[in-house]
């Protein structure tokens, strides 16, 4: 017994050391000294302590950055499931770092990490193992994280005391020298924070004091002078394409400033996530061309997803997605457009993109660190990707992010 709760505190001060740049962030807390030494120690430990550890590492990883993920399930009527998934969040990520539990050598543990930053369980990307030191000294490239790697474990290899500080060295090639310059967009643009609840949010009673406030908005977007107003994901909790009044609406004012709001698409009897993009009295559509696992679909074999979505979902996760990316042209500018979770995955960013009008909706997490984390990795990837990111979001998280 005293060697478990040993390992399992070992354990749980090590997901505390790699979990608490989040949590010092949600309360508002950012400092890249204090950040740097937090991660430099989580990697750290990850490297060295016993293997039993690791696994309790993972568990307590896992609950830490993830224990808001079962929080949507109340919407779809299983809301029992929610301390089971978030005890299986503690289970995929204690098999995620399991391999590093079959040895004790600190260089091999390093070359397991690093295989381990390109994998994404159940095709869930938002453990990134870099994502600690995007508020740091250290840059998240890759090569910058095989230099933080090497220059923690080589010491185990290295017999001679004098000299086993010397791989600290490669530190040097870890640090942030910079990232691809961001700039402001140059046209002026409103984001539009709502604070609708989640379970308030697709009750008809709540239609109408909802649109009313969407259009107060626009007046006075259009009166302050911007050029693009840009409203949260689903904000019109309805399939626009089957309203048509309320669609005219929209495309009359769009005569006097352009407009981006989320709604749903009917087409062809499949159902869509989508930006409007309403410009001149005209309009287009944008879908989503990455879905949320298990929110939106199922990532796993057929023979079990029709069962899983109509048992826990009631059939709400069958949403299916665009071929490729939809950018907006606005006042002559080019904006990727990205809804929630995609402005949180790298194929939002390939080719030329510059600017990104990300809209989303947190409501189904709040209160909860899910906010944070996307945030936090909109940074990460809209530095790495030299991406200026406008956020328009429900509940939490809108925002200029650069």
């Avoid at 409103?190 to 009750?203: C, G, P, R, S, Y």
């Amino acid at each position: 017994m005293k060697y478990f709760i040993r390992h399992l505190l070992t354990g749980l001060i090590t997901a505390l050391f790699f979990s608490a740049f989040i949590y010092l962030t949600y309360y508002g807390f950012t400092n890249k000294l204090l950040n740097t030494l937090l991660g430099i120690s989580a990697f750290t430990l990850l490297l060295y302590v016993p293997k039993r550890s690791i696994l309790f590492s993972g568990f307590f990883i896992g609950l830490l950055w993830f224990y808001w993920i079962g929080y949507s399930f109340k919407y779809d009527g299983v809301g029992y499931m929610t301390p089971f998934i978030t005890f299986g969040f503690g289970l995929l990520y204690l098999i995620f770092f399991a391999p590093l539990a079959f040895t004790d050598k600190p260089y091999i543990r390093a070359i397991f990490l690093f295989i381990l930053s390109f994998v994404e369980p159940l095709g869930w990307n938002w453990m990134k193992l870099e994502l600690p030191f995007v508020n740091s000294y250290i840059g998240v490239y890759k090569y910058q994280f095989i230099a933080l790697l090497l220059a923690l474990s080589l010491p185990a290899l290295i017999k001679n005391k004098k000299l086993k500080a010397l791989p600290l060295f490669l530190l040097l090639a870890a640090f942030n020298y910079g990232y691809p310059e961001q700039h402001d967009a140059p046209i002026k643009i409103k984001l539009v924070a709502t604070h609708i609840k989640q379970e308030d949010k697709w009750q008809r009673k709540n239609l109408y004091p909802t649109v009313n406030m969407i259009f107060n908005e626009i007046d006075k977007a259009t009166k302050e002078g911007y050029d693009l107003v840009v409203f949260p994901e689903s904000v019109f909790p309805l399939f626009m394409n089957k309203n048509p009044l309320l669609l005219s609406q929209v495309l009359a004012a769009s005569k006097h400033i352009d407009i981006i709001a989320g709604s749903l698409l009917r087409q062809n009897h499949l159902n869509y996530n989508v930006t409007y993009f309403f410009q001149n009295q005209t309009y287009k559509v944008a879908k989503k061309l990455v879905l949320v696992p298990f929110g939106e679909y199922i990532p796993l074999p057929s023979f079990m997803k029709k069962f899983i979505n109509d048992t826990f979902f009631a059939g709400a996760s069958d949403f299916v997605t665009a071929k490729k990316p939809t950018d907006f042209l606005i006042k002559g500018v080019k904006f990727r457009n990205a809804i929630c979770y995609e402005a949180t995955c790298q194929k939002l960013y390939d080719g030329d993109v510059k600017y990104m009008i990300a809209i989303s909706n947190n409501a189904w997490f709040v209160p909860s660190i899910e906010p944070t984390i996307q945030k936090l990795l909109m940074e990460y990837y809209g530095r790495k990707n030299g991406v200026t990111i406008y956020h328009a979001a429900n509940a939490a998280g809108t925002g200029v992010i650069k």
